[in-house]
């Protein structure tokens, strides 16, 4: 097989959006960040409260750009930063678990998988937007450890936050993404699951990289 898609899902700070960037890059596969899409909507939705779900998918155009890591544009401005602060992340559970805006990103990101070539990361990709991915892999880790990364890539992006506080909106975060009614957070049957606590980020990723040769 010349060309296959990757499907990365787990819950938050797994290590998914890391390990999948490498993939990619060592595949020369595209990237693509499925959190960043439902995190851009929050953002649209914490500025306009007024507006309908419905409507408010129709106004937006969200595009994914493949430079200086991923940069994420909505409408043209760039809201790479800005999705990751906390007012972001305490909403996005809500905003994902709205049937109007998973129906309006799940038919983009299959409009993007459909020619293949691509290492997608989120939580209902093997599930629900590439059931037929070639290689689906379930990433956990220990809620101790993603707490720990989180708090580093959050010292490191200048945004405020304690160990405790993450360990509670993870816990929070997890358990809303996997009770909501639509495609809620689950391993696909067929996923290989990997649990990254402890693990490198290159031992993940060659991993990966070893199970995606096997289909290649
Ligand atoms: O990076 P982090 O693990 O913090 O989260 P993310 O991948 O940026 O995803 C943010 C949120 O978007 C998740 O907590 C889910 O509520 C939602 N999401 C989803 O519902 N479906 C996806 N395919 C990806 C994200
Ligand atoms: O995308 P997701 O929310 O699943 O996680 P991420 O943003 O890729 O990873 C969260 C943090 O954990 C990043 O700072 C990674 O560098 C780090 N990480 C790690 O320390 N060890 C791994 N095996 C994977 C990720």
């Given at each position: ?56 998918v129709n106004q937006l155009e969200i595009k994914l750009i ?29 905003v994902a678990s709205q049937p109007e805006v998973r129906a ?113």
């Open positions: 097989m010349d060309k296959i898609n990757i499907a990365i899902d787990g819950p938050a700070a797994a290590g998914k959006s890391t390990i999948a960037k490498r993939v990619a890059a060592a595949l020369n596969m595209i990237y693509v960040d499925t959190g960043a899409m439902y995190r851009a909507i929050t953002f649209a939705h914490l500025n306009n409260k007024e507006i309908p779900f419905n409507e408010l493949n430079e200086k890591g991923q940069r994420v544009l909505l409408n043209d401005e760039d809201i790479t930063d800005r999705i990751r602060e906390n007012d972001i992340t305490e909403n996005v559970s809500f309006f990103l799940v038919e983009l990101q299959q409009m993007m998988t459909r020619d293949k070539g691509v290492v997608m990361d989120g939580r209902d990709i093997g599930t629900t937007v590439i059931p037929d991915a070639e290689l689906k892999v379930y990433m956990i880790a220990s809620v101790e450890e993603r707490a720990n990364r989180r708090l580093l890539d959050n010292e490191s992006r200048g945004i405020a936050s304690s160990y405790d506080q993450l360990i509670a909106d993870i816990s929070e975060r997890d358990h809303l993404d996997m009770t909501r009614d639509i495609s809620p957070l689950t391993k696909a049957e067929d996923a290989v699951s990997i649990d990254t606590t402890g693990l490198s980020i290159e031992h993940v990723t060659d991993k990966i990289l070893s199970l995606a040769e096997e289909r290649l």
